[in-house]
């Protein structure tokens, strides 16, 4: 999602394909044998096999506007790095065990024991991440500052993927502003581009028209919904 958000900010027409994971397409392994997705081809051959590889090619090569480059310099903050780096790291392995128990167990995933460890998952992602959020999200509207960039993105698919769980319980916790900033991410126009569905095995040039719906994203909002 956040290589495909990038690609939409940037204005970049790409094609686009839906992997089936447990059957992953010849193209993509000849292409990427490590066969995780997403990866992007560029024109030239050249193979991006990581999605903030594509996120930093799509917002701050050579042609791209000042104001598409200024989403991906506002993620480089070191505050902002770190919490990348949280995320993709301690918060992605608290979730995976939190949301997919089954997959992370030999014994039966419903037993005692592996309840209080997924629990214990939960609420680590909790502290890792998501006060960390929560603070910075006090202070202003957007992990960009005023304005929202690459860290955003980088970073709320994972938030929608964790309260998603356990929705009824996600919204008893204090994290008002997380909830805020995650909500008007999911109404944004950027993010339901994002999300269009793709034919499974067949590759389709994504919908990009968006760009001109992104240009004036101001501070104050009503941020994402009236972009
Ligand atoms: N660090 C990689 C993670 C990629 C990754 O784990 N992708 C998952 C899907 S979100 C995948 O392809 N899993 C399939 C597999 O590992 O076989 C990135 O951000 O690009």
């Not at 997924?118 to 500052?145: K, S, T, Y």
């Amino acid at each position: 999602m956040r290589a495909r958000m990038a690609l939409l900010v940037a204005d970049i027409a790409f094609d686009a394909h839906d992997v089936i994971l447990r059957d992953k397409p010849a193209a993509l392994l000849a292409a990427s044998p490590k066969g995780t997705v997403p990866v992007l081809v560029l024109p030239d051959g050249q193979v991006l096999e990581q999605s903030w590889d594509i996120v930093q090619w799509a917002l701050s090569h050579d042609q791209t506007s000042a104001e598409v480059q200024s989403w991906w310099s506002r993620a480089q903050t070191p505050d902002n790095l770190a919490l990348l780096r949280c995320n993709d790291g301690d918060f992605k392995h608290h979730l995976d065990r939190y949301k997919y128990p089954e997959r992370f167990t030999a014994e039966d995933s419903a037993s005692a024991a592996a309840t209080d460890r997924r629990v214990g998952h939960r609420d680590q992602a909790v502290a890792v991440l998501l006060e960390r959020l929560e603070h910075r999200l006090a202070e202003q509207p957007f992990l960009g500052g005023a304005q929202p960039c690459a860290t955003d993105f980088g970073i709320f698919p994972f938030v929608r993927q964790f309260a998603a769980v356990n929705p009824a319980w996600f919204e008893t916790l204090p994290l008002w502003h997380v909830k805020r900033w995650l909500a008007d991410w999911l109404q944004s126009p950027l993010f339901e581009t994002c999300m269009h569905k793709l034919p499974s095995n067949f590759p389709e040039l994504f919908p990009v028209p968006i760009k001109k719906s992104l240009v004036g994203w101001v501070a104050g909002n009503p941020t994402l919904n009236s972009l």
